[in-house]
């Protein structure tokens, strides 16, 4: 082989990647991200949902000392002095935050009035998901989803 072939070759193998070689790490890269979108979105989801869980839970407490205070339970966030972080009033029983609407509603039982109450969270999380996201409780912290 010549001294000028030996060159050759060495500046070929030294030049860097092919058009192939790049298009072939791109098409893996692609690959992964798509196999890694789905669990991203569940993460996501999951994250949001804490939130009403969270929320679901302040508004559990508000009401447990709210019944101890007058024997029955608020029938309004105004009433239950309630407030979540970064959610609007949109009236005096439902409140929007980011993510999701909440709603209280004080519940006759027994002829007793304010004797149980509902509080809601309902969201659209997953627009990927045809299905809303709604958890509820209902005079207790069971979260019925």
Do not use: C, W
């Not at 024997?71 to 002095?81: H, K, N, P, Q």
């Not at 007793?112 to 659209?124: E, K, L, Q, R, V």
């Amino acid at each position: 082989m010549s001294h000028g072939a030996d060159n050759r070759a060495k500046r070929r193998s030294s030049n860097g990647f092919t058009l192939v070689e790049l298009m072939i790490v791109v098409a893996i890269i692609g690959l992964l991200a798509s196999m890694a979108q789905p669990e991203y979105t569940k993460f996501v989801a999951r994250s949001r949902r804490s939130e009403a869980y969270v929320a679901l839970s302040g508004i559990y407490k508000s009401q447990l000392d709210f019944y101890a205070n007058h024997g029955a339970y608020a029938d309004t966030f105004d009433e239950l002095g309630y407030q979540l972080m970064g959610a609007e009033r949109v009236d005096e029983r439902t409140l929007q935050s980011r993510h999701y609407t909440y709603t209280l509603v004080a519940l006759t039982q027994g002829g007793i009035a304010n004797a149980n109450y509902t509080a809601t969270a309902t969201g659209d999380i997953d627009p990927s998901d045809v299905n809303l996201d709604i958890l509820v409780i209902e005079n207790d912290l069971t979260v019925v989803e």
